[in-house]
């Protein structure tokens, strides 16, 4: 008996919206997600292949900050 999944609002290329919701380029990421599945579904995905995909979607959807400076205290004498 197959699985059977709620149905979720999808891009118009069949990509779950929310995959590709906080990315900076939605059009890449989708391109990854389709290509990955595809070799997954070959049987062409190797582990290492994995690992360097998991950092790619960590790093797309990070936002870089500025650090705080903080001034330095004058020491009272």
Same mark, same amino acid.
């Given at each position: 008996m197959a699985r059977k999944f709620k149905k979720v609002p999808k891009t118009k290329r069949g990509v779950p919206k929310k995959y590709v919701k906080g990315s900076?380029?939605?059009k890449k990421t989708q391109d990854e997600i389709l290509r990955t599945r595809k070799m997954y579904r070959e049987g062409a995905l190797t582990?290492? &292949? &994995?690992? &360097?995909?998991s950092k790619q979607r960590s790093k797309s959807g990070k936002k870089t900050s500025k650090k705080k400076t903080s001034k330095k205290k004058k020491r009272r004498k």
């Amino acid at each position: 008996m197959a699985r059977k999944f709620k149905k979720v609002p999808k891009t118009k290329r069949g990509v779950p919206k929310k995959y590709v919701k906080g990315s900076k380029n939605q059009k890449k990421t989708q391109d990854e997600i389709l290509r990955t599945r595809k070799m997954y579904r070959e049987g062409a995905l190797t582990p290492a &292949m &994995m690992d &360097m995909i998991s950092k790619q979607r960590s790093k797309s959807g990070k936002k870089t900050s500025k650090k705080k400076t903080s001034k330095k205290k004058k020491r009272r004498k």
